[in-house]
């Protein structure tokens, strides 16, 4: 019985786990740029007689899908998109650099380019800050502009670049706030061929319909492994029962 149940044990465990991704994912199905988290579920032995006849579940979030979500288009100025793999770089709560990929942007009461989520938009030079007078514009290749409408014969003003950053072949992961970060710290670097498309949003990847299917099966594993446990008490007081009539 030993074996039974610690095993069904793990995979309970490992079922709570998956159903705890899975709830996220469907929680930011609406969420501009999210990407949806992959849970990577496996057996491991232990090693060693007899205990390699137990096989426990061990499961944990190994990455993102970094699939773009669809890009819908909205007309604000200040809305962006990815038109490439690349990620946007952000301060994060604790003022290092992290990325996203949510562009819903905007003018914060003291001047910063801050996103949907209230994160400083970063440039070669830290945050952006967007002088009180002018109307801003962004280029295709992340250029911040201000135009002066006093004056319409002058070419806008260039004041600082988006910073869009390379993250293939750099070990990054997610946090619990939705920010990439490079793996044991450090930034990554700036991606000179990324372009964003202006007036345009990136909705979130998580496809609704697949992640119903995925709390299904989780829903009817965890009940099969609760009857597992359920069965191995029955079998065992029923062993018991036996013993002391014998």
């Keep these: 019985m030993d074996r039974l149940i610690h095993t069904a044990l793990s995979g309970m465990r490992a079922s709570m786990d ?20 992959l849970l990577d579920q496996r057996p491991v032995t232990i090693e060693g007689q007899p205990l390699e006849a137990r096989a426990m579940q061990v499961a944990r979030v190994r990455g993102a899908d970094m699939v773009a979500g669809e890009i819908i288009e909205t007309g ?10 690349a990620l946007m770089a952000v301060q994060a709560e604790d003022g ?3 990325y996203t990929r949510r562009g819903d942007l905007s003018i914060s009461a003291t001047g910063l380019l801050v996103n949907g989520e209230g994160r400083p938009i970063l440039g070669d030079n830290g945050p952006i800050t967007i002088p009180p007078v002018g109307i801003p514009g962004i280029a295709p290749d992340g250029t ?12 806008p003003a260039e004041i600082g670049r988006i910073k869009l950053a390379v993250w293939q072949g750099s070990p990054i992961s997610k946090g619990l706030d939705g920010l990439f970060r490079v793996e044991g710290g450090g930034i990554l670097p700036t991606d000179e061929a990324a372009t964003v498309q202006v007036g345009a949003l990136e909705q979130s990847n998580v496809k609704t319909t697949k992640v119903l299917v995925e709390m299904i099966d989780a829903q009817r594993l965890f009940a099969m492994r609760s009857k597992v446990v359920a069965t191995a008490r029955e079998i065992d007081e029923s062993g018991a029962q036996l013993m002391r009539l014998g």
């Design 18 to 37: 998956s159903q705890r991704v899975i709830a996220s994912n469907m929680a930011n199905a609406n969420t501009l740029g999210f990407r949806a988290e």
């Design 144 to 155: 911040i502009t201000i135009a002066d409408p006093a004056t319409p014969d002058q070419p």
């Design 96 to 98: 290092t650099e992290a």
């Design 76 to 85: 604000r100025n200040l809305d962006v998109a990815m038109a490439t793999d």
